[in-house]
């Protein structure tokens, strides 16, 4: 409560000005403060961690539990995401105290069909069948033309057939195929239509699908291996997963770095 005292200035004296003295008491704010608190910590929705969800595949149905991370040698994609190093050296090169990442790749077998190691043990170059992405993900280059070395193009061009039909199914979306997109409902529901008939077609095994093999050295940034996942999603990769490096997949790696110094 706010009380006002009255005091007279100058003693007493006849003519004095008087003067106002002001007490305001903020006792019952630290009720309300209270209530505030407690009314916004109820009402609040709390922030939830931000976390990535990944889809494994499941072995119900696996026979042979030996070959699940198999993949025929016609089907196989292995993308390897490392950290770019100065030249001359193994050390980290980093931009604004950024890693620099690199992303390489190969079809198939590593090494191809002869392998990278001969009888003796020792590599055979000409058989390192690793090749580097000119970017991680984006499918332009800085002048603003499409890269056929940019990682997505390659994921795109290894899953053209699915791709074609993905896009058919967006055009007859567009074109209400699916129902009519006047409310959110109807909206929603064409929408629940379009993404059934999509998890169709990534489902189709008389459709010629790639098997995406991501990996990743220890120097890589984990910003990288989420940025390759979300092309799984954006290119409607059906089947990948995230597998260790071998020694033939550090073999390859160094070999070729030795190869292309400053590359």
Known sequence: MAEVQEKSGGDGKKGAQKKMHIRVDFTPMVDMNMLLITFFMLCTTMIKSQTLTIALPSNEKVENTENMSQ???DDAVTIIVDAKRRPGSNEVDTVGGHVVNEVYYYFGKPGGDEGMFAAGGEVISANNNLQ???FLTDEV???GIKNARGI???IQQRNKEVLTEINKL????ANGGFGPLETKDEREKAQALYDEAA???RKNENIKKPVIIIKSTPQASFGSLVELLDEMQINSISKYQIDNMTRVDSVMLMDYQA???GS
Do not use: F, G
């Open 199 to 201: 998890s169709e077609i």
């Open 141 to 143: 280059n800085a002048a």
């Open 259 to 261: 190869a292309h110094p």
């Open 132 to 134: 580097k992405s000119e």
């Open 71 to 73: 993949a025929s040698a």
């Open 152 to 154: 997505r193009q390659i």
């Open 170 to 173: 967006k055009e007859k979306y």
